[in-house]
């Protein structure tokens, strides 16, 4: 399922990685090509720009590579087909270069400047045409293949190949392919890491939900054991009165209390996960709250001859809700008297600090061994010292600690020997 869970996670994120990536490669390269279009206009008009001091040498006069008279070539020699007289390849080069033209309307003489003719002679005065016969100074004659940029004064012309935009940004395209193509590489290894954090918590979360159903249906088996057995005892002796039978009545009884705690608890643990934070937060008494919670455990403290100390200053109101921090109270009240040996002493403190109301909960006389402190807020978690005489399911501070986080709070542990241990809830005051 994890392996699942991380294929389409990593596929969804290079699928919008890809998208966002080719969305603006292609508008740069839009950008670049317009850009390149402009930057031809400008090369284009400041090649015919200055032409206009040798326009008077028109007359009886040979351009270099322009076209020439028939049987006439540079040398005496005609150049071979589709070659330039120095033996260059004259298509590729013909893609890179400018021609110039000189319009004379009046005579309608046109003289043809160019190194590589990109227009055959024939052609030439149809191009002129056209291209004078445009409204606008610049633009592309697509049924020859040119651009062109006309002069103001219509007598000069520059063709360019459609293919010189293309030629100059080719590189430049290529380069952003490669890029596009490294980048989606590098995305790629980025996502199976980032998967690799995602799947996570989702591990941990389906690992803790397995631990949980392993715990719970632990604590469920043995009681529902000890009612099967007792039910089987009072069927195998029918004729048995109640009094007779009553202990293994009392065991059943004991046996689904238990039961009936911990599926409690666990609807408590369930409310609180599922609680919705829209709920409306109260400005609630904390020192009302505890000294209700005090009251209650008194007779527990005395029960048990631990001395309970509590040190609450009226007054000091937080931001919450009263059924939990009642429950909140009440659990570490009780889990401290669970765990104070007899003739020990139990202190309950609450202050204020800036923004935060504090509440400590402190055992003198217990301690929490090192490797289980850790693991005190768990579900489900229990020391063996708890296991063994507590009677308890484990999940009284895991309760306390979503709730705590549910109000914003947060709750700690800390226990060393020779201090005891202390339990510290802080809250948000209330505004």
Not at 36 to 45: F, G, I, P, V
Request: some cysteine; proline content about 4%; overall charge negative.
């Amino acid at each position: 399922m994890l392996k699942t869970y991380r294929k389409r996670f990593i596929q969804l994120n290079m699928l919008l990685v890809g998208i966002v990536l080719l969305l603006t490669l292609t508008l740069l390269g839009i950008y670049l090509y317009h850009n390149a279009y402009s930057e031809l206009r400008m090369t284009m008009e400041a090649v015919v720009r200055p032409l206009d001091a040798v326009a008077a040498l028109r007359e009886d006069k040979l351009f270099p590579g322009g076209f020439h008279k028939e049987g006439e070539f540079p040398q005496g020699q005609p150049p071979e087909d589709g070659m330039r007289p120095d033996g260059w390849e004259r298509d590729s080069d013909a893609r890179r270069s400018i021609n110039t033209v000189f319009y004379d309307s009046e005579t309608a003489e046109i003289t043809l400047l160019a190194e590589i003719p990109l227009v055959e002679q024939d052609a030439l005065s149809d191009v002129v045409a056209q291209v004078t016969a445009q409204e606008s100074d610049f633009g592309t004659l697509k049924d020859y293949g040119l651009i062109y940029f006309r002069s103001a004064g219509q007598d000069k012309i520059a063709l360019a190949s459609t293919h010189y935009v293309w030629d100059s940004l080719k590189n430049i395209y290529l380069i952003l392919a490669a890029v596009f193509a490294a980048a989606m590489v590098l995305f790629w290894l980025i996502s199976r890491r980032i998967s690799l954090l995602a799947v996570q918590p989702l591990e941990e979360a389906m690992t803790r939900e397995k631990q949980f159903v392993a715990d719970a249906s632990h604590d469920l088996k043995t009681p529902l054991t000890i009612v099967l057995a007792n039910t089987g005892i009072l069927r195998e002796n029918p004729d048995s009165t109640v009094a007779e039978q009553a202990k293994w009545i009392d065991s059943t009884e004991q046996a689904v209390k238990r039961m009936q705690g911990l599926v409690n608890e666990m609807l408590t643990l369930s409310q609180a996960d599922a609680q919705d934070t829209s709920r409306p937060r109260q400005s609630v008494d904390l020192s009302s709250v505890l000294t209700r919670a005090e009251l209650q455990m008194e007779s527990l403290a005395y029960e048990k001859q631990v001395e309970l100390e509590c040190d609450i200053p009226d007054g000091i109101c937080v931001s919450g809700w009263p059924d939990y921090l009642q429950r909140i109270a009440e659990d570490l009240m009780e889990n401290a008297l669970k765990y104070e040996p007899s003739g020990g002493t139990i202190r309950v403190g609450l202050e204020k600090n800036r923004h935060q109301a504090i509440l400590t909960v402190r055992n003198l006389g217990s301690v929490i061994p090192p490797e289980d402190l850790p693991h005190v807020f768990q579900r489900f978690y229990r020391s063996d010292k708890a296991r063994s005489g507590s009677g308890g399911h484990g999940l009284g501070l895991a309760i306390v600690k979503r709730m705590t986080e549910s109000m914003d709070g947060t709750v700690t542990a800390e226990s060393a020997e020779g201090e005891g241990t202390v339990f510290r809830v802080t809250l948000p005051l209330a505004k």
